[in-house]
């Protein structure tokens, strides 16, 4: 997308209070993230989503230490739950997400369809319990 069309995009997010902007020292954007927190019932999970590190960032441990942030604070917040999707075809991230605690929960068949393929592409569903009294339950 070309940044002059994003910028609505980007002022929609803004307005949510849900989406949180990752900088560096200097205000330099290094990456992104939008957390949704469930109402009711289910008001202890959070779905993660809208993930995205510049990409002159990557391997720079941008996004652990940003995730690493994102959970301290969801868990200080009183979520137990933290929720995901990530492209099954994303090897990379799929590693990245287990190795941060988070575990294949299901498959969402022919979910998402990139706009630059024709094809659509399956998503796993990935969850993170953040509480101590859950049997296997991980901290990052």
Do not use: C
């Amino acid at each position: 997308m070309p940044p002059e069309a994003f910028v609505p995009v980007y002022d929609e997010l803004l307005a949510s209070r849900s989406f949180h902007v990752w900088t560096l020292d200097g205000g330099e954007v290094a990456g992104f993230y939008r957390t949704t927190r469930y109402p009711g019932r289910v008001s202890h999970v959070v779905l993660l989503g809208t993930l995205a590190v510049d990409p002159r960032r990557h391997g720079q441990g941008i996004a652990g230490a940003m995730l690493a942030d994102a959970i301290a604070r969801l868990r200080a917040e009183g979520v137990r739950r933290v929720e995901l999707y990530a492209e099954a075809d994303n090897p990379r991230a799929l590693r990245f997400y287990a190795k941060l605690g988070f575990v294949h929960e299901g498959t969402l068949r022919q979910f998402y369809k990139r706009a630059d393929q024709a094809h659509y592409v399956d998503e796993w569903v990935m969850g993170l319990l953040l509480t101590d009294d859950t049997p296997g339950a991980q901290r990052p």
